[in-house]
């Protein structure tokens, strides 16, 4: 009998879960019960792991578990942040105005994380396009080319003999390099999970040229929009900020917001605590933050400047790619070109060798 993992335990789509959250939402808005919205929303749904939390959180609300705390059994599919919200809307009395913040929030992230990836698509075909041709040069046309130069026992050019090279080594030792390269990426997979190995691997793509700033931008924009939010619900600034932090995705980017966390709680305010913190927030958002502080408009201007950003980002990003786009195709070019050369260069001398 095949294995199969428990549903209770298995991570809901973020598509689902963001239908969860707007549809109960929508529920208490009507005016219905919150046990009874939930025996409707896990009657409906069709995903089995859905089907089975949301039954189990139904279950804790009606024996008289705050949903917040029943959605916190299953952090798989509820993150931190997204308890904390649903706790504050519990505790004030708006908690349909919170899920309703919480889809809107969910659906610009996963709109923002959509747009990184299909930006990402086509120069990830392009360097996959590029390595198969190689290995197809290499393996099966540089061979019989070779045949044909043995055959006249000529002295082939320095650029041809390195080809050739390279093509004998990948014939012979291609298998065990691939082996071994995957392996590596194995053990590399393994290892980026691991704490220490995460801190270092974040650390590292934060100093990549191009990919580290738009990662930090990145950043920066969820930041905001996170805290605006929680701040919009309710929930106070020491807490919304720890919840933030959560939410950046890289531990060495929130250990730097730790920081500004512990001079806010000592009496500081949010843009004087940030200061530190330029890797992420650039001082006209520091003043932008400082400003919005004094006239009491801070969620809604960290709102506005998380869609500034967003905006900004995708701009970016398109520029990132247009430029990377011609440097593949260039790349890509230059080394069939390169191939092509070693292979013709010595048909000009073949001549003398027949003669």
Not at 295 to 314: F, Q, Y
Not at 325 to 343: V, Y
């Amino acid at each position: 009998m095949a294995w199969k993992r428990d549903p209770a335990t298995q991570k809901v789509p973020h598509r689902v879960v963001e239908e969860f959250v707007r549809q109960l939402s929508s529920l208490l808005a009507a005016g219905v019960s919150l046990s009874r919205a939930l025996s409707i929303l896990h009657r409906e749904a069709s995903v089995p792991a859905a089907k089975t939390q949301w039954k189990a959180i139904h279950d804790a609300v009606v024996d008289g578990t705050s949903l917040a705390s029943a959605m916190a059994k299953h952090p798989q599919t509820f993150p931190r942040v997204y308890t904390a919200m649903v706790q504050a809307g519990e505790t004030g009395g708006f908690l349909a105005t919170v899920l309703d913040q919480i889809a809107e929030f969910q659906s610009r992230s996963r709109d923002m994380k959509g747009k990184v990836l299909s930006a990402m698509i086509y120069p990830l075909v392009l360097l996959g396009l590029a390595i198969a041709v190689i290995i197809f040069l290499m393996l099966f046309f540089i061979p019989r080319f070779k045949v044909v130069f043995a055959g006249f026992g000529a002295q082939l050019p320095l650029i041809t003999r390195a080809i050739v090279a390279c093509s004998e080594s990948l014939t012979h030792y291609g298998i065990y390099a691939a082996v071994g390269l995957a392996a590596a990426a194995w053990w590399a997979h393994h290892w980026i999970k691991t704490e220490h190995g995460s801190r270092v691997w974040q650390r590292w793509v934060l100093r990549f040229p191009v990919a580290g700033a738009l990662l930090a931008q990145f950043a920066m924009a969820r930041f905001c929009r996170m805290l605006g939010t929680l701040l919009e619900a309710g929930v106070p600034l020491i807490s919304a900020l720890r919840v933030g932090c959560d939410s950046l995705g890289n531990q060495t980017l929130a250990d730097a917001l730790t920081e500004s966390i512990d001079r806010v709680k000592k009496g500081s305010g949010l843009a004087a605590s940030l200061r530190d913190c330029k890797s992420i927030f650039p001082s006209t958002v520091l003043e932008m933050i400082s400003v919005a502080e004094e006239t009491g408009r801070l969620d809604k201007e960290l709102m506005r400047l998380a869609a500034v950003t967003e905006s900004d980002l995708d701009r970016r990003l398109r520029t990132a790619v247009s430029l990377v786009e011609p440097l593949l195709l260039f790349g890509m070019a230059g080394f069939i070109g390169t191939i092509f050369i070693g292979m013709v260069l010595p048909i000009f001398s073949l001549q003398d060798y027949i003669k």
